[in-house]
């Protein structure tokens, strides 16, 4: 096989495992309950891996630092969407503070 076979192959099974799961959720939806303490870890367990996976970005780049720059972007964004902002304000700002601190070297 040559090599884009083999990637062809992969997206194609990676597809159909992927519709498998989705269509396998909503068939066992109504079959398989989870007690109200799993419910409540497998929520608090998406917000915990989403702000890792922010925290990550926002403070290294490579194996380093980021600098000040991009966490105060960040930072912005953060307070702006929970202060409920429209979302294009919200990355406008992020990025507008961002390149306001990179330009005066912060």
Same mark, same amino acid.
């Given at each position: 096989?040559?090599n884009n076979d083999? &990637?062809?192959?992969?997206?194609?099974?990676? %597809? /159909?495992? +992927?519709? #498998?799961?989705?269509? !396998? =959720?909503?068939?066992?939806?109504?079959?398989?309950?989870?007690?109200?303490?799993?419910v409540e870890l497998?929520?608090?367990?998406?917000?915990? &891996?989403?702000?890792?996976?922010?925290?990550? %970005? /926002?403070? +290294?780049? #490579?194996?380093?630092? !980021? =600098?000040?720059?991009?966490?105060?972007?960040?930072?912005?964004?953060?307070?702006?969407?929970?202060?409920?902002?429209?979302?294009?304000?919200?990355?406008?700002?992020?990025?507008?503070?961002?390149?306001?601190?990179?330009?005066?070297?912060?």
């Amino acid at each position: 096989m040559k090599n884009n076979d083999l &990637l062809v192959a992969g997206v194609l099974i990676l %597809t /159909a495992g +992927t519709y #498998g799961f989705r269509w !396998a =959720g909503q068939l066992l939806r109504t079959r398989v309950r989870f007690p109200p303490r799993a419910v409540e870890l497998l929520e608090v367990a998406a917000v915990v &891996l989403l702000t890792a996976l922010v925290a990550v %970005t /926002a403070f +290294t780049q #490579g194996h380093g630092s !980021a =600098g000040y720059a991009r966490p105060a972007g960040v930072a912005v964004a953060g307070l702006l969407a929970w202060r409920k902002a429209p979302f294009i304000v919200v990355v406008l700002a992020a990025a507008v503070t961002t390149a306001l601190l990179r330009f005066v070297k912060l």
